[in-house]
């Protein structure tokens, strides 16, 4: 009798423990889901409106279904599509080339900076650290870019200004210089030459350091749109970032245009089309996203042990 | 396979204009090259129409010339920097709304041009009158060739035709003579929209009725004006005249009738609501001669519209939109002769602004000055080159009318400016670098307590009493002070 009381208990417990962490579990769940709501509604709103007919927006307003379905938006958007497929091409191009080329660049900076043994190392470290605290500023920047190396309204433009980012540098010489030295004297006693050091040993160790530095170049490159309002005048090389950025911003200076009360203005976009410009500007990459974060996600973290 | 042919015809064209080009490259080569930097969107047809230009250009000046437009969002940016880094460019445009005039002259980017342009471009000097002028004038040069437009603000309200004779009031609208005389229409308009089903209030955005210009005020900015009708220019306070007053008034009593959407917010959506027909008075608005077919065009509603603010020749509507020369041009004089063919040659005027005839546009009644697009597009937007800024160029009066009940526009607007009564101040600019610290406080100040009198959310006389208490403590009677005295000085010195 005894013993079954002390089960009956027991089971109690046990059912109330699991309705503790059930509860636990919901509540956290729920939190879950309105975060998760608060970020995929503002997208799903875009989505709709982006189906929904022009003057059924304005007098309906937003809603989750398009209150009266179009394809009109998308209709005068594809009627030219090369604009944002030149786009797309270009942001990717910069990506792709911009961040291999980084990559080796900084790494080939970063290396010789961390080995004690480099007689330059520490004026050549002064040099580049000094970048980071002093720089001429926009115009010398402007001036050197378009009167000294010409590259304005070139693809070079868009691709120069990342190729040494000074503080990206500077973690991977920390991150070098952190690998054993008796490795390297190993290396040499075993008859490798400096290059032969930097590409088999040095370069598969800081694997996980190369990985996070080239997931954020890679993100400067897709998501810089300021070096192109600096350098590019050619619709054909304008990047994904700033080709929406002009479609907005186009909008509104029709719009500052018009209170002026000057004479008539050219087409500007409408509210639909530009919600259709962001679903397609942003829709691959989110795709893209969804496959590959997982290796983003492990590209920030594996350095993050060191 | 019609676009099949239309393809073919173009591409044909553009080998032909490529072969001239390449003939006329030789000679063209050793002619100076000018470069015209100016806000636009890219057209498809550019280098087509640029080829054009240059062979006109050639033969009438002897120079050629870039054509480089930059993206409106860009232009800013771009010009800024290039101005900085010296770049060298012949021609930009400015105005005090983009590529800031005023900022070009005290950086020194532009030269003066009243010499060069008495020199090298008489006709265009003679275009306008000597009063005109002066409004480009700062610090006793000009530094901006005039673009002629509407020069005057003859504002006052729109109403959309339909409804307007829904309720049949057609001739009580022709008749007004003031705001107040708007207010039985307004609430006939009201109670019209509770009706109907699209129409949800009689107007949106009521705060243009505080533009000092509806009130025959000329406005120098931070809440100053001068009284235009008041020979000797005195600068008010504008918070603190009965027209202020009147309007904030106004505004509060229509916004409490429920004449205007409560939720101001929504007053930014002024022009999606106007597409959509939700309200059918624009309160106060530019009305000038083609304007009503101008919003037909774009929006494909017809309206009737009344002036109620007196035509007024102020600085700020002559120079709305302006040309410079750059400090880096090596040849300013062929600029400015550029710039004297762009604003009384029509033909080249239209060339460069519309296209090239037959494959841009062509006659739709050559006598009428009457054009469409060329080879049956259903648009000019469809035709290749259409940048659809006429008045950036120069002299709109001389552009052919694209619509036909835009015709006869331009001569009257030519007549409106000729026939303007000048403000006094016309011509004079405020430097406002000596009290800058107060201007500050005074725009923060205007924003705090001005814009709820502009939207009607607080009671008029505790409104403007706070207002005017405010603008006190934030030092306005200085900067009264200062431009009295600039202006005082600019009027000895003139005379």
Same mark, same amino acid.
């Given at each position: 009798m005894a013993i079954n009381t002390k089960k009956i208990r027991e089971a109690r417990r046990l059912n109330n423990d699991r309705l503790l962490s059930f509860i636990g579990r919901f509540s956290i769940h729920i939190a879950l889901i309105i975060f998760s709501l608060c970020c995929l509604i503002p997208l799903i709103l875009v989505i709709s409106a982006s189906f929904t007919d022009e003057i059924t927006l304005t007098r309906e307003g937003y809603h989750l279904l398009p209150a009266e379905f179009s394809t009109e938006a998308y209709e005068l958007i594809f009627d030219n599509p090369t604009a944002i497929v030149r786009a797309y091409g270009v942001t990717i191009f910069t990506t792709?080339?911009?961040?291999?080329? !980084?990559?080796?660049?900084?790494?080939?900076?970063?290396?010789?900076?961390?080995?004690?043994?480099?007689?330059?190392?520490?004026?050549?470290?002064?040099?580049?650290?000094?970048?980071?605290?002093?720089?001429?500023?926009?115009?010398?920047?402007?001036?050197?870019?378009?009167?000294?190396?010409? @590259?304005?309204?070139?693809?070079?433009?868009?691709?120069?200004?990342?190729?040494?980012?000074?503080?990206?540098?500077?973690?991977? #010489?920390?991150?070098f210089a952190a690998l054993p030295s008796e490795l390297i004297d190993a290396a040499r006693v075993d008859g490798a030459g400096e290059f032969r050091i930097f590409i088999s040993i040095a370069l598969p160790l800081a694997k996980p350091a190369l990985a996070t530095i080239g997931l954020f170049t890679a993100l400067n490159?897709?998501?810089?749109?300021?070096?192109?309002?600096?350098?590019i005048r050619d619709a054909d090389l304008y990047p994904l970032q700033y080709l929406l950025y002009i479609i907005q911003s186009n909008a509104q200076a029709m719009q500052l245009q018009s209170t002026v009360g000057t004479i008539n203005m050219g087409p500007v976009p409408t509210q639909t089309a530009r919600m259709a410009m962001a679903v397609l500007a942003t829709g691959p990459a989110a795709i893209f996203f969804l496959f590959f974060q997982k290796y983003l996600i492990r590209g920030v973290t594996l350095g993050a042990f060191k | 396979m019609n676009t099949v042919k239309k393809t073919l015809f173009r591409g044909l064209i553009v080998l032909v204009a490529l072969c001239a080009f390449g003939i006329s490259a030789i000679a063209q080569d050793d002619l100076p090259q000018l470069i015209y930097i100016y806000p636009g969107t890219q057209q498809p047809d550019h280098d087509l129409v640029q080829a054009a230009v240059n062979e006109y250009l050639a033969e009438a000046i002897g120079a050629t010339i870039e054509m480089r437009p930059i993206d409106w969002g860009a232009y800013n940016?771009?010009?800024?920097?290039? $101005?900085?880094?010296?770049?060298?460019?012949?021609?930009?445009?400015?105005?005090?709304?983009? $590529?800031?005039?005023?900022?070009?002259?005290?950086?020194?980017?532009?030269?003066?041009?009243?010499?060069?342009?008495?020199?090298?471009?008489?006709?265009?000097?003679?275009?306008?009158?000597?009063?005109?002028?002066?409004?480009?004038?700062?610090?006793?040069?000009?530094?901006?060739?005039?673009?002629?437009?509407?020069?005057?603000?003859?504002?006052?309200?729109?109403?959309?035709?339909?409804?307007?004779?829904?309720?049949?009031?057609?001739?009580?609208?022709?008749?007004?003579?003031?705001?107040?005389?708007?207010?039985?229409?307004?609430?006939?308009?009201?109670?019209?929209?509770?009706?109907?089903?699209?129409?949800?209030?009689?107007?949106?955005?009521?705060?243009?009725?505080?533009?000092?210009?509806?009130?025959?005020?000329?406005?120098?900015?931070?809440?100053?004006? @001068? /009284?235009?009708?008041?020979?000797?220019?005195?600068?008010?306070?504008?918070?603190?005249?009965?027209?202020?007053?009147?309007?904030?008034?106004?505004?509060?009593?229509?916004?409490?009738?429920?004449?205007?959407?409560? /939720?101001?917010?929504?007053? !930014?959506?002024?022009?999606?609501?106007?597409?959509?027909?939700?309200?059918? @008075? #624009?309160?106060?608005?530019?009305?000038?001669?083609?304007?009503?077919?101008?919003?037909?065009? #774009?929006?494909?509603?017809?309206?009737?519209?009344?002036?109620?603010?007196?035509? @007024?020749?102020?600085?700020?509507?002559?120079?709305?939109?302006?040309?410079?020369?750059?400090?880096?041009?090596?040849?300013?004089?062929?600029?400015?002769?550029?710039?004297?063919?762009l604003n009384t040659d029509p033909v080249f005027y239209n060339l460069f602004s519309k296209g090239i005839e037959g494959t841009h546009w062509e006659w739709a009644d050559e006598e009428s000055l009457l054009i469409q697009p060329a080879n049956g597009a259903g648009s000019f937007g469809d035709t290749g080159y259409a940048p659809n800024t006429d008045w950036m160029f120069g002299n709109v009066f001389n552009s052919y009318y694209t619509d036909p009940t835009q015709v006869g526009a331009w001569t009257a607007t030519a007549e409106l400016n000729r026939n303007a009564r000048p403000s006094p101040i016309l011509g004079f600019t405020f430097d406002g670098s000596e009290v800058e610290t107060e201007i500050a406080s005074v725009s923060a100040v205007l924003q705090e307590y001005g814009d709820p009198l502009g939207s009607g959310l607080v009671d008029v006389d505790e409104g403007i009493t706070t207002l005017n208490q405010a603008l006190q403590d934030a030092g306005i009677e200085t900067i009264r002070a200062e431009v009295q005295r600039q202006i005082d000085e600019w009027l000895a010195s003139n005379n």
């Open positions: 792709l080339v911009g961040t291999t080329i !980084a990559l080796s660049l900084m790494a080939l900076l970063a290396y010789p900076l961390s080995r004690p043994d480099f007689v330059l190392r520490k004026p050549l470290s002064f040099f580049v650290f000094f970048t980071m605290l002093f720089n001429g500023g926009l115009v010398p920047y402007y001036i050197l870019m378009t009167q000294y190396l010409h @590259v304005q309204d070139t693809v070079f433009a868009l691709l120069l200004p990342y190729f040494v980012v000074v503080f990206y540098v500077l973690i991977l #010489r920390t991150y490159y897709w998501n810089d749109w300021t070096t192109a309002l600096y350098f | 940016d771009q010009i800024g920097l290039i $101005n900085a880094s010296g770049e060298q460019y012949d021609i930009a445009f400015t105005a005090p709304w983009i $590529n800031n005039y005023y900022s070009n002259i005290t950086e020194e980017y532009f030269i003066p041009l009243e010499d060069l342009l008495q020199e090298h471009a008489p006709e265009y000097w003679a275009s306008m009158t000597p009063e005109t002028w002066e409004a480009a004038r700062v610090g006793g040069h000009i530094y901006g060739a005039i673009n002629q437009q509407i020069f005057v603000k003859p504002f006052g309200p729109y109403i959309s035709t339909e409804v307007l004779e829904a309720i049949g009031m057609v001739d009580e609208f022709n008749a007004i003579t003031s705001y107040s005389d708007l207010d039985p229409i307004m609430e006939a308009v009201q109670a019209y929209a509770d009706e109907d089903e699209i129409l949800t209030h009689a107007t949106y955005n009521l705060a243009p009725l505080l533009n000092a210009e509806n009130w025959n005020y000329d406005p120098i900015g931070n809440g100053l004006v @001068v /009284d235009t009708s008041n020979p000797v220019p005195e600068v008010l306070i504008f918070s603190e005249t009965d027209a202020y007053r009147e309007a904030a008034q106004m505004i509060r009593d229509w916004y409490e009738a429920g004449y205007a959407p409560s /939720d101001i917010a929504l007053w !930014a959506e002024q022009d999606a609501a106007w597409q959509a027909e939700q309200y059918a @008075v #624009r309160v106060s608005d530019l009305v000038k001669p083609g304007g009503d077919a101008e919003i037909q065009a #774009r929006w494909g509603i017809a309206t009737t519209s009344v002036a109620i603010a007196e035509p @007024v020749l102020t600085t700020a509507g002559v120079i709305a939109t302006l040309n410079g020369v750059s400090y880096t041009s090596e040849h300013p004089e062929l600029a400015v002769q550029f710039l004297g063919l």
